[in-house]
């Protein structure tokens, strides 16, 4: 129940109940690391107006309504990794892809009153209907994916180069025309494009929702200098940047040292366009933004092509010794999950 009183959950479930309340950024007092009050126009309004819908039609409690949603959007996006790597690496490796995104490091949150599990869901479907050449609805999820999040800007360039450079091929134009790639252009970018204007038209500066980001919550992409600076400090035992939390920050390090072997296997395995181009967008946008940086392995949920190669090679072993290993990640991250949530309190 810690989440339904703290950190990302509490302020989903303020505008599950309340609504927005767009007021005019209020400085505050100088001196602190923040400048502004903090506004729940910051928290996108999808995952909260499902919230609130399930709790009207099932008359299940808020908190009750936003773990249920959570739960589901999980599985449907387990289903949507399901999707994407078995078609290309075979059925097998689906069904471990889809595992592994259930026990790595920050999988706790997938349960969790958050929007992990929801824009996973919909990042997934979203790439695997470019895939197949499903344009319209590959431009409506995307187009869903920029109300539920702002880093639904990776999702939204990804889906919207590879319409494009369909268009402008000629083989892509043979098979799949040009309107269907030139509909998801033109509906990826709207739902982002449309919740930034509103909050920006309602406060009174078209620019308000990134000030309140950046002066509310100290969140901004500042080209990866705070991600250099934590590095530099975990490098040599210091604890001296922003936000900091030693064990989940030495996890966040791991992970960071991982990103480019499992880069280069993903790339190795040759996924398409769409894949290739959400997967370095979303992991530039992670390691080139001041953020909390324990947060890193929630953060790069979204990444989920890059358990393809993975994936692909734990398809080569044997039931009982997959059987051994998930059960093994599965208490680790049951563990993780319990301590930085639970114990530490990070959101």
Known sequence: MGLRSSWDGWWYLQVAQNGYDPKPLKPLPPGSLFTVKQNSVAFFPLYPGLIRSVSEVTGLGLYGSAILVSVLASLVAAAGIYAVISTLAGVRAGVIAAGLWAVVPGAGVEWAVYSESLFVAIAAWTC????????????????????????????????SLAALVTVLRRDGRREHGVAGPVYAMIAAPLGLLTYVLWVGLSMGDLTAYFTLQREGWAHYFDGGAYTLDVLRNIAVGHIDYLFAFSTPDLL??????????????????????????????????????????????????????????????LSRLKWPSLTVFFTSAAVASGWYAHYVIFELGIP
């Not at 695997?128 to 869903?144: E, I, S």
């Not at 800007?153 to 889906?159: D, E, N, P, S, W």
């Not at 992970?255 to 993903?266: K, T």
């Not at 979303?282 to 994936?311: C, D, E, H």
């Open 128 to 159: 695997y209907c470019v895939m197949k050449g499903r344009w319209v609805p590959a431009g409506l999820l995307a187009f869903l994916a920029g109300l539920s999040r702002p880093t639904s800007a990776a999702l939204i360039g990804a889906v």
């Open 252 to 313: 966040g390090v791991q992970l960071v040292i991982a990103l480019p072997f499992l880069i280069a296997l993903m790339l190795r395995r040759k996924p398409p366009l769409v894949l290739v181009a959400y997967t370095l967008a979303g992991i530039v946008t992670v390691l080139g933004t001041q953020q909390m940086f324990g947060n890193t392995s929630r953060y790069l949920l979204p990444a989920f092509p890059l358990l393809l190669a993975p994936a692909a090679a």
